[in-house]
């Protein structure tokens, strides 16, 4: 009899983190979430599949407490299979009016949040020859008006992941990044945030939003294809079309649709 595989999903208590924790319980795997504590945490190991999911409280900023967590997890789980690093948020604000310490908090969740979990988890995914996946954006490979830190951010994640591959192949470890566009699942978040940071999901610009278990049903399909580069949905394909074909003209056409074009301003 096959062994249990064991998946690790940062962020996965609430939305598209939510949404892949259903997905692979439904697949038969085990389910660790890590993510900030809170009533959506709690409620993960209250239902049916309890006996399929451990929650841990986590601020990913605090490196302490990371190390703690995933060296508990590690010691728990007999293997660790997959890890997705799905933990982030969004921050909706043009560059004129977003404070310098606004990107350091950005950076700090977004990209250092990932790469200190995927450090405490390199020699276990090694061991396991298993998948680092990290959840990126269609920021993360084209501009993206009004979200200068985000993408910024989102930037140094693929880079980081991207260059990942190349060092772990060798270990028979796959390194992949799936790229959403819009996920509606905490539409109007931003809207009360001066300094426009709120969870994923919450732009009010969004353009053509898909479900989340949509989102997930596709991430974990292309998981399974180990698919180095997943698009997500219709907004991420036509963005990575058209911005390799004419950056020019997906400027001109993002600018349109989300924001205003700025050169008229």
């Known amino acids: 009899m096959n062994q249990q595989q064991t998946a690790v999903i940062t962020g996965g ?63 728990e789980r007999p293997t660790i299979d997959l890890v997705i690093y799905n933990a982030g948020v969004t921050q909706l604000q043009p560059f004129g009016e977003t404070q310098p310490a606004t990107h350091r908090q950005i950076m700090d969740i977004n990209y250092f949040g990932a790469i200190i979990v995927a450090r405490h988890f390199l020699q276990a995914l090694r061991m396991s020859q298993g998948t680092h996946l990290a959840i990126s954006s269609v920021a993360g490979f084209a501009p993206l008006v009004n979200r200068t830190a985000y993408a910024a951010s989102k930037h140094a994640m693929e880079g980081f992941f991207n260059t990942l591959r190349a060092e772990e192949t060798p270990f028979g470890v796959h390194v992949l990044i799936a790229a959403p566009s819009f996920i509606a ?81």
């Open 13 to 75: 208590a609430g939305g598209l983190g939510k949404a892949l924790t259903a997905r692979l319980i439904d697949e038969g795997w085990f389910v660790v979430v890590i993510d900030l504590p809170g009533p959506q945490l709690d409620q993960l190991c209250s239902d049916k599949a309890a006996t399929m999911i451990t929650a841990h409280a986590c601020d990913l900023t605090d490196w302490q407490s990371v190390e703690q967590v995933c060296t508990q997890i590690i010691t």
């Open 185 to 265: 699942t905490n539409a109007g978040g931003i809207a009360d945030t001066p300094d426009g940071i709120a969870r994923p999901g919450s732009a009010t610009d969004a353009i053509d939003s898909m479900l989340a278990d949509e989102a997930a049903r596709i991430i974990v399909a292309g998981f399974h294809r180990k698919t180095r580069h997943i698009l997500v949905g219709r907004i991420a394909k036509l963005a990575w079309l058209i911005n390799r074909c004419s950056p020019t003209l997906y400027a001109y056409l993002m600018r349109r649709k989300i924001g205003q074009d700025q050169s008229k301003s």
